[in-house]
């Protein structure tokens, strides 16, 4: 069934490359992708990212990180917390439509779906 959520997640977002959770420790859960894309290289980071993120922010703030957008040159990263885990996005920056903010709305509201399981 998580598969097949994603799926459906990356079909909804404009030039989807992948669609996939990984846990506050970087584990892969699940995932989808279109592309050749180091899936597992990509969630150990994005989560080491927004864990440091995270310890920062509750230095100055006690609150949690809920969503994370990175990009870089070929490739925009999105993210929402669902629990103590993240679904993750990969978006081809070369691809992408006009309507970035859709693909974020996308995936929050995406989210909601996996709020029972995590």
């Known amino acids: 069934m998580v598969k097949d959520e994603l799926e459906?997640?990356?079909k909804k977002l404009d030039?989807?490359?992948?669609?996939f959770i990984v846990d506050k420790d970087g584990l892969l859960i699940e995932s989808?992708?279109?592309a050749e894309?180091?899936?597992e290289a990509i969630a150990a980071e994005i989560a080491a990212?927004?864990?440091e993120i995270e310890r920062d922010n509750?230095?100055?703030e006690e609150q949690d990180v809920r969503f994370v957008s990175v990009e870089t040159d070929k490739f925009e990263f999105l993210g929402v917390k669902?629990?103590?885990n993240l679904l993750m996005s990969v978006?081809?920056?070369?691809?992408?439509?006009?309507?970035r903010g859709k693909n974020r709305f996308e995936l929050r509201r995406s989210a909601l779906k996996f709020s029972d399981f995590f």
């Open 8 to 10: 459906k997640i990356c």
């Open 15 to 19: 030039a989807c490359l992948s669609v």
């Open 32 to 34: 989808v992708s279109k």
């Open 37 to 39: 894309l180091d899936i």
């Open 49 to 51: 990212l927004v864990k």
């Open 58 to 60: 509750h230095e100055v």
């Open 82 to 84: 669902i629990g103590d």
């Open 91 to 99: 978006i081809d920056l070369g691809e992408v439509s006009l309507y």
